[in-house]
C-alpha cells in the first residue's frame, strides 16, 4: 500500500504580523481610536479598577484603555507595535497631564518580566495577533496570580465582525491564519485562558457618524484595514466595496440619515488562577 504524504503549508505568521503592521500603521488609526473611548472607559469599570494598581495597556493604539485605566489613577504602561499611535496615545495623556509610560511591543512578545502587572488590558487589539495562543500565553505570563485581564473583542456577528468578512471576499485572508473575531466567543476565551476564570457579557459599542457616507469616507481614510483593502483594488471593485458597505450599514443604522449603529463586542475579565 503507498502511503501519501500530506503537506499542510503552515502560513508564515512573522510575514503576516509585518504586513498587519504595516496595515495598522496605514491611514491614521488614532481617529477611529477616539470614537471608542467608552469601550475603554467600561472595561475599566467592570474591572472594578483600584489606583494605585500595576496596569498594562497592550495594543493600545492611541490609547482608548491607557486614558481610561490612568483617569482611574494607576500606574499604566502603555504598548502597541506602530510607534506613531503611541505619539498620539502620549499626546493625550500628557493633555490631561497623566504620567503613562510609553513602550513599543509586540503583543506576542512583551518585554516585561513575569507577574509584573495587576491588570493586563487590551480593547480590539490583542484579538488581531496572528499567533493568538503565544497571545494569550503573553499576556497571563505579565498577570500576577489573582490579578485581572481585561479584553474587548468584536464579535463575529458584528458590524465590525461583517465588516472583516465582507472584506475577505475581496481580498481573502492568507491560508491557515485563524479569525481574529473567534476572540469574540467565549468558548474560544476559554480555549485561550485554560484554568482561569472567564467571564465575558456581551455589549454593544454605538458607531455615530453624521451619515453612512461620512462612516465610509472615515474609515475608508483613515481605518488601516479598509484603508488598504480599499487601497488593494481597482476603481470597478473598490466601487463595489463602497456600496456593499453601504448596504451592510442600511441594514443595522437605526439613526435614519444619520448613521447609529450597534456593533456587538464581548467585555472579558479573566482572572488567573
Ligand atoms: C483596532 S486597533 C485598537 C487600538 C486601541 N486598543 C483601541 O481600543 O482603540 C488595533 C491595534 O492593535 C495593534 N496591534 C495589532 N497587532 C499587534 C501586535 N502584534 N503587537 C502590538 N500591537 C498590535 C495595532 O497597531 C493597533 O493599534
Not at 503507498?2 to 504580523?17: E, G, M, N, R, Y
Request: charged letters at 20%; a neutral charge; glycine letters at 6%.
Amino acid at each position: 500500500m503507498q502511503v501519501q504524504s500530506i503537506t499542510q503549508t503552515q502560513p508564515d505568521l512573522a510575514a503576516v504580523k509585518a504586513r498587519q503592521q504595516q496595515t495598522w500603521a496605514s491611514g491614521d488609526y488614532a481617529v477611529i481610536g477616539t470614537t471608542l473611548q467608552l469601550v475603554g472607559e467600561s472595561l475599566c469599570e467592570a474591572l472594578d479598577l483600584r489606583p494605585g494598581s500595576a496596569v498594562l495597556d497592550v495594543a493600545a493604539g492611541n490609547g482608548n484603555a491607557t486614558l481610561a485605566a490612568a483617569r482611574r489613577a494607576c500606574d499604566v504602561v502603555s504598548s502597541d507595535y506602530v510607534p506613531a499611535l503611541l505619539d498620539s496615545a502620549r499626546a493625550r495623556a500628557r493633555a490631561e497631564g497623566h504620567d503613562v509610560r510609553f513602550e513599543q511591543a509586540d503583543a506576542e512578545n512583551l518585554p516585561f518580566p513575569d507577574a509584573s502587572f495587576d491588570v493586563v488590558l487590551s480593547t480590539f487589539g490583542v484579538m488581531f495577533t496572528p499567533n493568538q495562543e503565544q497571545a494569550a500565553a503573553e499576556l497571563v505570563r505579565v498577570c500576577r496570580k489573582g490579578g485581572r485581564i481585561g479584553l474587548a473583542n468584536w464579535t463575529p456577528d458584528s458590524f465590525i465582525g461583517d465588516i472583516f468578512k465582507l472584506i475577505a471576499g475581496y481580498l481573502p485572508p492568507p491560508a491557515g491564519v485563524k479569525s481574529p473575531l473567534l476572540w469574540g466567543t467565549e468558548k474560544r476565551l476559554r480555549e485561550l485562558f485554560p484554568g482561569h476564570q472567564v467571564e465575558a457579557p456581551r455589549r454593544q459599542h454605538n458607531f455615530r457618524f453624521r451619515s453612512p457616507r461620512h462612516w465610509l469616507d472615515t474609515f475608508r481614510t483613515y481605518y488601516g484595514p479598509t484603508h488598504k483593502a480599499f487601497a488593494a483594488l481597482d476603481a470597478s471593485k473598490q466601487k463595489t466595496l463602497a456600496e456593499d458597505l453601504l448596504g451592510l450599514i442600511d441594514k443595522h443604522n437605526r439613526g435614519n440619515e444619520a448613521m447609529v449603529l450597534p456593533s456587538e463586542y464581548l467585555e472579558a475579565v479573566i482572572t488567573i488562577r
